[in-house]
């Protein structure tokens, strides 16, 4: 079983619409837990951390379920300027540790 | 807020020879760096952890021989692709974490480098 695994994409949506991605991970003692994007051929940009009650930032929500190893990003009024790749991240433990990539969902928006 | 420099963006090189990619960070202190490689289509994945004053620690399948780090200082990492060979050929990112940042520290990177050997 890989470390992180996303939802195969890619994601085609219109304008407006609301998606969601789903990631789970396979290392029960994960610590911390990420959403980044990436666009093509840029190196990857934190979009947000991901807190055990959930966090709301704008158009964008994230959730985590540590029972089920679960992480999700919902995002609400898809732009156009959203269109890139998600990727689901996650430290596996302590501190100053690497941090473990998802292969990533790719999201094309078009108007 | 914090910033990671990698330099070069982009190379091109022949098949033979070596590269030197350097990474920086510029407002805070990084005793550990990470260098990823990531492929077309692919996740990035991790090649190496850089320890400032120690020898890097190199993830499996990975050889230390080819893939030269230095990380000499507090503030710079450098990676070497010694003999550089066309299925060298892939982005490779640097990237640190502000240990003393507090909160969530996640990753800062590098503006990343293309590697083209040809």
């Known amino acids: 079983r890989k470390e992180v695994e996303q939802d195969p994409g890619p994601f085609n949506v219109p304008e407006g619409a609301t998606v969601a991605f789903n990631c789970t991970y396979s290392?029960?003692?994960?610590?911390?837990f990420f959403w980044y994007r990436q666009d093509c051929r840029k190196e990857p940009k934190l979009l947000m951390s991901?807190?055990?009650s959930g966090n709301e930032d704008g158009r964008f929500t994230a959730q985590l379920n540590r029972a089920s190893q679960y992480i999700s990003l919902l995002i609400r009024d898809s732009k156009l300027s959203d269109s890139a790749t998600y990727l689901c991240?996650?430290?596996?433990?302590?501190?100053?540790?690497?941090?473990?990539f998802g292969k990533g969902t790719t999201l094309s928006v078009s108007s | 807020g914090a910033v990671v420099s990698q330099h070069p963006s982009w190379v091109i090189c022949k098949s033979g020879t070596s590269v030197k990619i350097e990474c920086r960070s510029l407002?805070?202190?990084?005793?550990?760096m990470f260098w990823y490689r990531q492929f077309p289509k692919q996740s990035l994945m991790l090649m190496a952890t850089?320890?400032?004053?120690?020898?890097?620690?190199?993830e499996q399948g990975v050889e230390k021989d080819k893939f030269l780090i230095n990380h000499a200082s507090l503030t710079l990492s450098t990676l070497t692709v010694t003999s550089a060979h066309p299925e060298d050929s892939s982005f490779y990112i640097c990237?640190?974490?502000?240990?003393?940042?507090?909160?969530?520290?996640?990753?800062?990177f590098g503006n990343g480098t293309r590697l083209t050997v040809t």
């Open positions: 990237s640190a974490r502000d240990l003393f940042r507090t909160g969530d520290s996640p990753l800062h």
């Open positions: 290392n029960s003692a994960s610590q911390s």
């Open positions: 991901v807190y055990s």
């Open positions: 991240v996650v430290a596996p433990g302590q501190a100053g540790t690497a941090l473990i």
């Open positions: 407002d805070f202190q990084a005793t550990t």
């Open positions: 850089s320890n400032e004053g120690s020898k890097a620690t190199y």
